[in-house]
């Protein structure tokens, strides 16, 4: 009867173990073969430090390139507002009849313009700068550096990368919803840097920036 | 003039640098200018217009960097993104 309740009692134990640790020697067993894979195809392991000392240069970089209102708007609000330069709109064909129009830059995500006068939104531009040389295995730049990207592209020939985006209606990956809020962020952040003066930006935020990632 | 390109998982990295009063120097930042453009790379040289404003120019030939320029930042050439 005791060697029973005793067997009984171990197979228990050895269920609930194997419960507990299956979850855990799976894991291990994907970091041994991604190590594997990395090592053969020869991808360093992932590393999130260097990640984030790459976001940090990129931002520095970024700084030191764009004007210091458009650097507050970064930190402050996670996007950049750039003025469209043609006289008809973004692409050709359009015309505008004079009305100016902008762009927000996000990271990773589509280019959005925009009227300002109207906060209507006209179009998604989803545009990549993937580096096929993929040092860790990824194409992907950087957060700070995609925006730099798109400044400067969109700066140095704004045609150039609109013909090269892919378009799409408002909404396709952006929600129409976020971009009101971030056009209302925008206002409240300029009147605030306004009212305190050139230069005094840093504290004008209506919320703390959030540069999240999505999938141009 | 420094050349700075930008990289996934580093940020920049400089990728040459010399004077262009130099020929030899030149010359070397001649061969890598082509060298990034052959690799599908953008060129853009961040300038400061005469009312203090930031822009940026992008550039197709060494020829076309203007004079003074201090840095040349490269990046890979834009693609349409998710359809």
Same mark, same amino acid.
């Given at each position: 009867?005791?060697?029973?309740?005793?067997?009984?009692?171990?197979?228990?134990?050895?269920?609930?173990?194997?419960?507990?640790?299956?979850?855990?020697?799976?894991?291990?067993?994907?970091?041994?073969?991604?190590?594997?894979?990395?090592?053969?195809?020869?991808?360093?392991?992932?590393?999130?430090?260097?990640?984030?000392?790459?976001?940090?240069?990129?931002?520095?970089?970024?700084?030191?390139?764009?004007?210091?209102?458009?650097?507050?708007?970064?930190?402050?609000?996670?996007?950049?507002?750039?003025?469209?330069?043609?006289?008809?709109?973004?692409?050709?064909?359009?015309?505008?009849?004079?009305?100016?129009?902008?762009?927000?830059?996000?990271?990773?995500?589509?280019?959005?313009?925009?009227?300002?006068?109207?906060?209507?939104?006209?179009?998604?531009?989803?545009?990549?700068?993937?580096?096929?040389? #993929?040092?860790?295995?990824?194409? #992907?730049?950087?957060?700070?550096?995609?925006?730099?990207?798109?400044?400067?592209?969109? #700066? $140095?020939?704004?045609?150039?990368?609109?013909?090269?985006?892919?378009?799409?209606?408002? $909404?396709?990956?952006?929600?129409?919803?976020?971009?009101?809020?971030?056009?209302?962020?925008?206002?409240?952040?300029?009147?605030?840097?306004?009212?305190?003066?050139?230069?005094?930006?840093?504290?004008?935020?209506?919320?703390?920036?959030?540069?999240?990632?999505?999938?141009? | 003039?420094?050349?700075?390109?930008?990289? /996934?998982?580093?940020?920049?990295?400089?990728?040459?640098?010399?004077?262009?009063?130099?020929?030899?120097?030149?010359?070397?930042?001649?061969?890598?200018?082509?060298?990034?453009?052959?690799?599908?790379?953008?060129?853009?040289? /961040?300038?400061?217009?005469?009312?203090?404003?930031?822009?940026?120019?992008?550039?197709?030939?060494?020829?076309?960097? /203007?004079?003074?320029?201090?840095?040349?930042?490269?990046? /890979?050439?834009?693609?349409?993104?998710?359809?």
């Amino acid at each position: 009867m005791q060697t029973a309740a005793l067997v009984a009692t171990a197979i228990v134990v050895v269920a609930l173990l194997w419960e507990t640790a299956t979850p855990w020697l799976s894991r291990r067993l994907e970091l041994l073969r991604g190590r594997r894979h990395n090592l053969v195809t020869g991808i360093p392991a992932y590393d999130p430090g260097r990640e984030r000392r790459a976001e940090q240069r990129a931002r520095e970089l970024l700084r030191s390139c764009v004007n210091d209102e458009e650097w507050g708007m970064y930190r402050d609000l996670g996007f950049l507002r750039v003025w469209g330069g043609q006289a008809a709109g973004p692409e050709v064909g359009w015309d505008l009849g004079g009305a100016p129009y902008a762009y927000l830059v996000y990271p990773h995500k589509p280019i959005v313009a925009y009227l300002p006068q109207t906060s209507q939104l006209l179009n998604e531009y989803c545009v990549e700068f993937p580096d096929e040389t #993929r040092p860790y295995g990824s194409a #992907r730049l950087p957060d700070s550096d995609d925006v730099l990207a798109k400044w400067m592209a969109l #700066r $140095g020939d704004e045609r150039r990368l609109i013909g090269e985006a892919n378009l799409h209606l408002p $909404g396709r990956q952006v929600d129409p919803r976020k971009v009101q809020r971030d056009l209302w962020r925008l206002r409240q952040w300029e009147s605030a840097r306004i009212t305190q003066g050139s230069g005094a930006g840093a504290a004008a935020s209506p919320s703390a920036a959030d540069a999240g990632s999505g999938d141009a | 003039m420094k050349f700075l390109r930008m990289r /996934p998982g580093y940020g920049e990295q400089l990728i040459a640098e010399g004077d262009v009063e130099v020929a030899e120097d030149e010359e070397r930042l001649v061969e890598e200018f082509r060298r990034q453009l052959d690799q599908g790379m953008w060129a853009a040289v /961040p300038v400061e217009t005469d009312t203090g404003q930031r822009e940026a120019t992008l550039v197709q030939t060494f020829e076309e960097i /203007p004079a003074g320029t201090a840095r040349v930042i490269f990046f /890979p050439r834009a693609a349409g993104g998710a359809r």
